[in-house]
């Protein structure tokens, strides 16, 4: 019954095409998200996340039915192909039976060199604009997040030409509306702060009320691209990507301006009144991510359609916060009302940001090196130099981006002599190591050097030809710092060199601090 | 150290000091005689025979006095200083009450110089630690190469009433000096006296066996006998030098220096087998058996200081 509501709705604003009006408009969506872009690209952090945000909104405020919308994260170019024709065939059928139908398509990720870039696939943009176009749908509306990236908070690949949409629409694109995040010679960028690219973010926070310029409780096609604007313009004025431009391009062929959201119909979220004060309201979930970001004009009231939960509201003054607490239940619409907030300093920021559930990455190598510690003889005579097999597990992007948490597993075994004054034995010498890393890397397109501190627990030990003398061990933590270079082979292979310089501490005749120092090399696998 | 090892600062006895103070103290396979033993007893050669048990008794005597330090030496030192290891106090589960300490110290003025005792005590008693076996080495020569001595008091432990087994009941003390150089051969050489409470039938209260040992386990060895070895009513002291190859083939000659028949000597060989291939026995000229073409080929060593 609800969502037959939502349709009811939706006719009745479906702007000024007459003969249009009277009938329900029929929405379909594919909805993508991929972080990955290939090789030549470093990973994005929020592309999935965003698809997830606008796949929610449009099926819980934009009319579209469940079945009729398809979420696509990290899947590859056949996927989106195979969605869309899916889509496409439905759309069909339901245009003979005489319904108008809309179709939305929304990607963020990485865009190069006039293809989205789907993990190693790829999908030419013309190819994608054709399908669409050739849909056959009465509207069709393309949302493209991504772009071009250079630097450490853009979003996307390398300093080639960005993908071009252009601005005025084709020929073929009849009832075609196209909204990218930035201008075809702009970065795109993400945030960690508002967990998603700054594009998504706002367009998101635009439909679920912040963009509802005319205060009717529906937001359209053009408020919703307004609001996008004028907030991602804002956010990344001062950024050192440089501002972001969103572009809209638009044929919508006598259909008028376009409802996409309708955030009364469910009558549920927060209500922030007219006498409120004007600013902007960030809307923080319960993991501390902006779930919505609404600038209010003073004078006007704004409808928010969060789904249920918990939410802290805050707004920012220039001396200090005002915060507070607000619960949105099922099917009821909670005023926020000022004295709801309070005074808090800014270190009090609900808004946490980094996100640690987001494209962690598992990989797992296996490889061999060679140790020795520093001073040899002397050292070599307790501890001689050393081949290791080597097993590491990394996770990246777990703790934060670009950031690697590492464990190791190496062993190794070898022959020496312990030549002393008054007495010359062979022994077999065996290590073991287990050990945990923190390290940082810069990803390139083929080369990722990257440095970090290592701290290993050591267990050696030495069995002695002479039967005369007792095995000997030794375990003791030895913290040190390693570094290296990535060298991608594959998508998903690497080949890594390293090395490592470790503190040691021998007490056992005395107190010695000795170093060793390691190099090594494995292949490394992605998964 | 558990402690140590739960922290991560670093535990264990990763120790090349140890050794040091391990290898002070000589070992029983290091000072001890393989001579590969007789298949036949019965059909073996005469002096083969006196020279396996002179080497039995002299494995015996390593045994009851460096096995108990190479007993102690498997196991950790229980505390180190910059120039001594201790190993225990370590109960003794052969003796129960007894417990058994070493401790080996270097001398700070020079470091390839050792000394070391071995001493024990009863749980029960008084009189404190009793000295059991004392010793030095003087490792100048290099690595494991030097000269030492060892001297065991058996007397001071029966004394104190400690449980000694039968082989070592009648020992008052024992004495050797050994040097072992890494030269061609690489010979140990020992000098062992063994003094003992004379028993019932009045027999050697003393015996000194000189020996060397080559890399190749070849050996000579030159021992002192007492008793009545040669017919006629006197007890006679003989003195007996073998030599032996690795294969267990030798030759040894044995001296009457007093005694019936003072100035005879008795001259044998044997094969691998200890079956005599050569004799000459001038007192009992039936035994003759051979020629001395049959003896084997030993190489030229110094001769040893009795």
């Given at each position: 019954?609800?969502?037959?509501?939502?349709?009811?709705?939706?006719?009745?604003?479906?702007?000024?095409?007459?003969?249009?009006?009277?009938?329900?408009?029929?929405?379909?969506?594919?909805?993508?998200?991929?972080?990955?872009?290939?090789?030549?690209?470093?990973?994005?952090?929020?592309?999935?996340?965003?698809?997830?945000?606008?796949?929610?909104?449009?099926?819980?405020?934009?009319?579209?039915?469940?079945?009729?919308?398809?979420?696509?994260?990290?899947?590859?170019?056949?996927?989106?192909?195979?969605?869309?024709?899916?889509?496409?065939?439905?759309?069909?059928?339901?245009?003979?039976?005489?319904?108008?139908?809309?179709?939305?398509?929304?990607?963020?990720?990485?865009?190069?060199?006039?293809?989205?870039?789907?993990?190693?696939?790829?999908?030419?943009?013309?190819?994608?604009?054709?399908?669409?176009?050739?849909?056959?749908?009465?509207?069709?509306?393309?949302?493209?997040?991504?772009?071009?990236?250079?630097?450490?908070?853009?979003?996307?690949?390398?300093?080639?030409?960005?993908?071009?949409?252009?601005?005025?629409?084709?020929?073929?694109?009849?009832?075609?509306?196209?909204?990218?995040?930035?201008?075809?010679?702009?970065?795109?960028?993400?945030?960690?702060?508002?967990?998603?690219?700054?594009?998504?973010?706002?367009?998101?926070?635009?439909?679920?009320?912040?963009?509802?310029?005319?205060?009717?409780?529906?937001?359209?096609?053009?408020?919703?691209?307004?609001?996008?604007?004028?907030?991602?313009?804002?956010?990344?004025?001062?950024?050192?990507?440089?501002?972001?431009?969103?572009?809209?391009?638009?044929?919508?062929?006598?259909?008028?301006?376009?409802?996409?959201?309708?955030?009364?119909?469910?009558?549920?979220?927060?209500?922030?009144?007219?006498?409120?004060?004007?600013?902007?309201?960030?809307?923080?979930?319960?993991?501390?991510?902006?779930?919505?970001?609404?600038?209010?004009?003073?004078?006007?009231?704004?409808?928010?359609?969060?789904?249920?939960?918990?939410?802290?509201?805050?707004?920012?003054?220039?001396?200090?916060?005002?915060?507070?607490?607000?619960?949105?239940?099922?099917?009821?619409?909670?005023?926020?009302?000022?004295?709801?907030?309070?005074?808090?300093?800014?270190?009090?920021?609900?808004?946490?940001?980094?996100?640690?559930?987001?494209?962690?990455?598992?990989?797992?190598?296996?490889?061999?090196?060679?140790?020795?510690?520093?001073?040899?003889?002397?050292?070599?005579?307790?501890?001689?130099?050393?081949?290791?097999?080597?097993?590491?597990?990394?996770?990246?992007?777990?703790?934060r981006r670009d950031w690697v948490l590492g464990f190791d597993l190496a062993g190794g075994s070898t022959n020496g002599v312990a030549a002393l004054p008054t007495v010359t034995t062979?022994?077999?010498?065996?290590?073991?190591?287990?050990?945990?890393?923190?390290s940082v890397e810069w990803p390139h397109r083929v080369l990722t050097p990257f440095v970090g501190g290592r701290l290993s627990l050591l267990v050696m030990s030495r069995r002695f030809?002479?039967?005369?003398?007792?095995?000997?061990?030794?375990?003791?933590?030895?913290?040190?710092?390693?570094?290296?270079?990535?060298?991608?082979?594959?998508?998903?292979?690497?080949?890594?060199?390293?090395?490592?310089?470790?503190?040691?501490?021998?007490?056992?005749?005395?107190?010695?601090?000795?170093?060793?120092?390691?190099?090594?090399?494995?292949?490394?696998?992605?998964? | 150290?558990?402690?140590?090892?739960?922290?991560?600062?670093?535990?264990?006895?990763?120790?090349?000091?140890?050794?040091?103070?391990?290898?002070?103290?000589?070992?029983?396979?290091?000072?001890?005689?393989?001579?590969?033993?007789?298949?036949?007893?019965?059909?073996?050669?005469?002096?083969?025979?006196?020279?396996?048990?002179?080497?039995?008794?002299?494995?015996?005597?390593?045994?009851?006095?460096?096995?108990?330090?190479?007993?102690?030496?498997?196991?950790?030192?229980?505390?180190?200083?910059?120039?001594?290891?201790?190993?225990?106090?370590?109960?003794?589960?052969?003796?129960?009450?007894?417990?058994?300490?070493?401790?080996?110290?270097?001398?700070?003025?020079?470091?390839?110089?050792?000394?070391?005792?071995?001493?024990?005590?009863?749980?029960?008693?008084?009189?404190?630690?009793?000295?059991?076996?004392?010793?030095?080495?003087?490792?100048?020569?290099?690595?494991?190469?030097?000269?030492?001595?060892?001297?065991?008091?058996?007397?001071?432990?029966?004394?104190?009433?400690?449980?000694?087994?039968?082989?070592?009941?009648?020992?008052?003390?024992?004495?050797?000096?050994?040097?072992?150089?890494?030269?061609?051969?690489?010979?140990?050489?020992?000098?062992?006296?063994?003094?003992?409470?004379?028993?019932?039938?009045?027999?050697?209260?003393?015996?000194?066996?000189?020996?060397?040992?080559?890399?190749?386990?070849?050996?000579?060895?030159?021992?002192?006998?007492?008793?009545?070895?040669?017919?006629?009513?006197?007890?006679?002291?003989?003195?007996?030098?073998?030599?032996?190859?690795?294969?267990?083939?030798?030759?040894?000659?044995?001296?009457?220096?007093?005694?019936?028949?003072?100035?005879?000597?008795?001259?044998?060989?044997?094969?691998?087998?200890?079956?005599?291939?050569?004799?000459?026995?001038?007192?009992?000229?039936?035994?003759?058996?051979?020629?001395?073409?049959?003896?084997?080929?030993?190489?030229?060593?110094?001769?040893?200081?009795?």
């Amino acid at each position: 019954m609800r969502r037959w509501a939502t349709a009811t709705a939706l006719i009745a604003t479906l702007a000024a095409g007459a003969a249009a009006r009277a009938q329900t408009l029929h929405r379909f969506a594919v909805i993508v998200g991929n972080d990955q872009g290939g090789g030549d690209t470093r990973p994005l952090l929020y592309a999935g996340a965003d698809a997830a945000k606008v796949y929610d909104i449009l099926t819980r405020l934009g009319g579209v039915a469940a079945p009729d919308a398809t979420l696509i994260v990290d899947g590859s170019a056949s996927d989106v192909l195979s969605a869309v024709g899916q889509v496409t065939r439905r759309a069909g059928e339901a245009a003979r039976r005489g319904e108008r139908t809309a179709l939305f398509f929304y990607y963020s990720g990485h865009a190069k060199d006039g293809a989205l870039r789907l993990g190693d696939s790829r999908l030419p943009i013309d190819s994608l604009r054709g399908l669409v176009a050739a849909a056959p749908v009465d509207v069709r509306i393309v949302i493209l997040d991504a772009c071009r990236s250079g630097s450490i908070r853009s979003k996307g690949a390398r300093k080639t030409p960005a993908f071009a949409i252009e601005s005025e629409s084709p020929r073929d694109a009849k009832g075609m509306v196209i909204l990218t995040s930035s201008a075809s010679d702009e970065d795109s960028q993400e945030s960690d702060a508002i967990g998603g690219s700054y594009f998504s973010h706002h367009l998101a926070s635009g439909l679920l009320g912040g963009a509802d310029r005319s205060g009717d409780g529906r937001v359209t096609l053009f408020e919703a691209y307004a609001y996008a604007y004028d907030r991602t313009v804002a956010d990344t004025a001062d950024s050192a990507a440089g501002a972001q431009h969103p572009t809209f391009s638009y044929d919508l062929a006598g259909n008028g301006d376009l409802v996409l959201t309708d955030v009364a119909v469910r009558h549920e979220g927060i209500y922030i009144p007219r006498q409120a004060p004007g600013g902007v309201y960030y809307l923080v979930d319960h993991q501390g991510f902006v779930a919505a970001e609404i600038n209010k004009g003073e004078g006007v009231d704004r409808r928010v359609a969060l789904a249920p939960g918990r939410y802290r509201v805050k707004r920012r003054l220039p001396d200090r916060l005002r915060i507070g607490e607000i619960d949105v239940t099922r099917g009821e619409l909670i005023t926020l009302e000022e004295d709801r907030l309070h005074d808090a300093p800014f270190t009090a920021d609900p808004v946490k940001g980094g996100r640690v559930d987001l494209t962690s990455r598992w990989s797992m190598g296996a490889g061999v090196g060679y140790q020795a510690v520093f001073e040899a003889p002397d050292g070599a005579s307790l501890f001689p130099p050393t081949a290791m097999i080597d097993v590491d597990l990394a996770v990246r992007n777990f703790l934060r981006r670009d950031w690697v948490l590492g464990f190791d597993l190496a062993g190794g075994s070898t022959n020496g002599v312990a030549a002393l004054p008054t007495v010359t034995t062979p022994f077999h010498f065996t290590e073991a190591s287990l050990s945990g890393s923190l390290s940082v890397e810069w990803p390139h397109r083929v080369l990722t050097p990257f440095v970090g501190g290592r701290l290993s627990l050591l267990v050696m030990s030495r069995r002695f030809q002479d039967d005369a003398f007792p095995a000997q061990f030794f375990a003791t933590l030895s913290p040190g710092l390693l570094g290296g270079l990535s060298v991608r082979l594959s998508p998903s292979t690497s080949l890594v060199a390293r090395g490592r310089l470790h503190y040691l501490l021998y007490n056992v005749d005395g107190n010695r601090s000795l170093g060793y120092w390691e190099l090594a090399t494995m292949v490394a696998y992605d998964f | 150290m558990l402690a140590l090892c739960l922290v991560g600062l670093g535990c264990g006895n990763y120790s090349n000091e140890d050794l040091e103070f391990m290898a002070a103290v000589p070992t029983t396979t290091q000072l001890a005689v393989e001579l590969p033993a007789a298949i036949d007893t019965v059909a073996e050669a005469e002096l083969a025979k006196r020279t396996h048990d002179a080497i039995a008794t002299v494995n015996g005597a390593l045994r009851n006095v460096l096995g108990l330090v190479d007993g102690v030496r498997v196991y950790t030192p229980t505390s180190r200083t910059d120039d001594s290891r201790t190993w225990g106090p370590f109960p003794d589960a052969n003796h129960p009450g007894w417990t058994w300490e070493l401790i080996v110290e270097r001398d700070p003025t020079d470091p390839t110089t050792f000394t070391y005792q071995l001493q024990t005590q009863n749980a029960g008693a008084v009189t404190g630690w009793l000295l059991f076996v004392s010793g030095s080495f003087d490792g100048a020569g290099g690595a494991r190469q030097g000269s030492g001595q060892v001297s065991a008091d058996f007397k001071t432990l029966s004394d104190a009433q400690f449980p000694l087994d039968s082989d070592t009941a009648n020992l008052v003390d024992l004495r050797i000096t050994y040097q072992n150089f890494e030269l061609a051969g690489s010979p140990v050489e020992v000098t062992m006296s063994i003094d003992s409470v004379p028993d019932a039938s009045g027999a050697a209260t003393s015996l000194n066996i000189v020996y060397e040992i080559l890399a190749d386990q070849s050996g000579e060895m030159t021992f002192t006998l007492t008793g009545n070895l040669v017919a006629g009513p006197a007890t006679e002291i003989v003195q007996v030098n073998s030599q032996w190859l690795p294969s267990g083939a030798g030759e040894a000659t044995m001296r009457v220096a007093s005694g019936d028949g003072a100035g005879l000597e008795q001259t044998e060989c044997w094969d691998a087998a200890f079956s005599a291939t050569f004799e000459q026995k001038p007192w009992s000229a039936a035994e003759d058996l051979g020629t001395a073409d049959a003896c084997p080929a030993l190489p030229s060593l110094a001769p040893l200081a009795p």
